[in-house]
């Protein structure tokens, strides 16, 4: 265990060269003494301190990660491929990156608020906006190296982006209930001024427009990406004078909220209606009967990210990227081929 009484000007005295020689050793640049300063060090046991390196250099070693919903398993997910990557590939050298993870609770305000706050103590960011507004005036007095994650600013792009293919997966949801015979297919959508939000309305309609099925606003009802506002929805489109025979949650949350308000309502799921979800979940094969979704590779967001990100902290300047990944439908038992009249059984909410 290191000496904490043990100094710079130690390792200086002990390898016989300056105190400036051996502070930039430690920050990274080639000396002549280098293998006497190591020898030094090793000897000594002196062990550096992140704060005074930070104030030397200018730089944290720390790596800000605002996600949208801390309680959206989506994003536990892909900070776990953010953090594996940093702990693989950002540990390098005398300051490995740290991560300092942020909730902005899908609202703008506080967005602004978190990167007021993070001025100056973080060297790069990976961020899911809320919304698709204009960066926030905070983001470019940063001057920081930036990658946005699932979702993106309006306007010129910031940063690298990593995206999935939301319109893709949603169409193809679509076209298999189709498939199955359905033609009132339901609708859960997230805000439109969001890039999931958006992107996945946009697929509902291009894969109704795909298999020859009018678009009916009746059939969409808006949530916020929240279990309560999926439950709301859900009883929102039961109470139709035609309720859908099939229903389509854009993500996991607002899925678990509808399959709870199915439940509620005693709609058998499989049975009375199909049901899709957004974002595959463990538990999805494990319900009865298991839950179809449209699954993307959430952890290799996270991991592409970081990635791009050590890049460009490592003096990429090549112009910013964007990486859309491949989205998949997963078939399951909560879809089926629909059963008898056009419309399923409509059950009143209390």
């Known amino acids: 265990m290191a000496d904490e009484r043990v100094t710079i000007d130690d390792v200086a005295a002990l390898s016989g060269v300056s105190r400036s020689s051996v502070s930039r050793y430690l920050n990274g640049n080639n000396v002549r003494s280098r293998d006497a300063i190591r020898s030094a060090i090793e000897k000594l046991g002196y062990e550096a301190s992140p704060i005074a390196r930070s104030l030397r250099s200018g730089r944290t070693s720390l790596i800000g ?16 491929g953010i953090e594996s990557v940093a702990r693989s590939e950002g ?38 906006p809320p919304v698709e507004s204009d960066p926030p005036a905070q983001l470019a007095r940063l001057g920081i190296p930036v990658v946005l994650l699932d979702r993106v600013f309006a306007g010129p792009p910031v940063g690298d982006a990593v995206l999935v293919d939301n319109e893709g997966g949603v169409a193809a949801a679509v076209h298999h209930l189709a498939e199955l015979g359905h033609v009132r297919i339901g609708f859960i959508s997230g805000p439109l001024d969001s890039t999931p939000g958006r992107g996945r309305y946009e697929g509902y309609r291009q894969g109704l427009d795909g298999v020859g099925l ?71 094969e ?56 056009q419309t399923t059984v409509r059950h009143s909410p209390d």
Request: hydrophobic share 45%.
């Open 65 to 80: 990660v605002l996600v949208a919903d801390v309680s959206n398993p989506f994003f536990g997910a892909a900070f776990r």
């Open 91 to 128: 540990s390098a050298g005398p300051d490995p990156v740290q991560l300092l993870l942020c909730n902005t609770d899908e609202h703008e305000d506080r967005l602004a608020e978190l990167l007021e706050g993070l001025a100056g103590r973080i060297d790069a960011l990976i961020i899911a």
């Open 214 to 284: 009018p678009f009916s606003e009746e059939l969409v009802a808006f949530g916020d990406f929240r279990k309560r506002s999926g439950e709301i929805a859900t009883a929102q489109l039961l109470a139709l004078d035609e309720p859908p025979t099939a229903l389509i949650a854009t993500n996991n949350l607002m899925a678990l909220g509808a399959l709870d308000e199915l439940d509620h309502q005693s709609v058998q799921v499989g049975h009375e209606l199909s049901f899709v979800g957004f974002d595959d979940f463990e538990a999805a």
């Open 286 to 341: 494990l319900m009865r009967p298991p839950v179809a979704t449209v699954s993307r590779p959430m952890a290799e967001q996270g991991e592409i990210a970081m990635r791009l990100l050590l890049a460009r902290m490592n003096g990429n300047t090549a112009p910013f990227e964007q990486i859309v990944l491949p989205t998949r439908f997963v078939p399951r038992g909560s879809c089926a081929p629909r059963q008898g009249p």
